[in-house]
């Protein structure tokens, strides 16, 4: 591995209505007239689909507090690029047909987007740019240029190993058209234990990453053992 409360109201005319949630924690501006967390976190909660691929932003919020303590960054950025990351992936939003989407690009997705819906919650204009490289630059291939991506990269590649990231893939079987078997979640969990924790550059998401790694081999080799590789 590498180092490395409701408000009292929504936007009038807005499509996100009322929502909860308060204040945000940028290190580079001052406090911001809108709750935009709680508009972000009512619009994907409405609209991630299947449901539970709503928990994978609250728990990368966490994440992202944890790997930015101590560091400089902004903060807004880190969180409405982790909101809206993955909306791209959501029923309703990416292709049905399999052709089309095995040729589905989720992030120029999320990217098109992001800048209306950060509009309509009140983000400031200025840091738009910053959120879509964020997004750009989230998964585990992209390289990334700025701390903040970096920061949602790192999270979301520990939301690919340990128990989460069992869950999150065996999840998939019988309801996604690329798991059909158990077994073609378990290639994949392998690839992640064999390619992901050498991606990952910040120190504390290294140090959090070795009890997931962990899990995972031995989620691994407990199947190998109660299984013939033919039958899963």
Known sequence: MNS?????GGIPGSRFGKSSAKGHDSRYEGPMT???IGLLTRYVEGEARPVDKYGHQPRLEALTRQLGEGLEYDRDVVVAALWLH???VFTGHRPE???DLARWDHVEYACSRAP???REAG???EKIPA???A????QPKDEPTTLEATILRDADILEQLGAIGILRVVSKVGRDTRFPRFADAVAVLRRNLDDLPAKIRLETACRLAEPRIALLRDFLRAVEDESDPGFL
Request: aromatic residues 8%.
């Open 135 to 138: 997004i750009r630059e989230h």
């Open 131 to 133: 959120v879509l490289r």
């Open 86 to 88: 993955d909306l791209g």
């Open 97 to 99: 047909d399999p052709e």
């Open 34 to 36: 809108s709750d935009y």
């Open 123 to 125: 983000f400031p204009e």
């Open 116 to 118: 209306g819906i950060l």
């Open 4 to 8: 490395g409360n409701q408000s009292t």
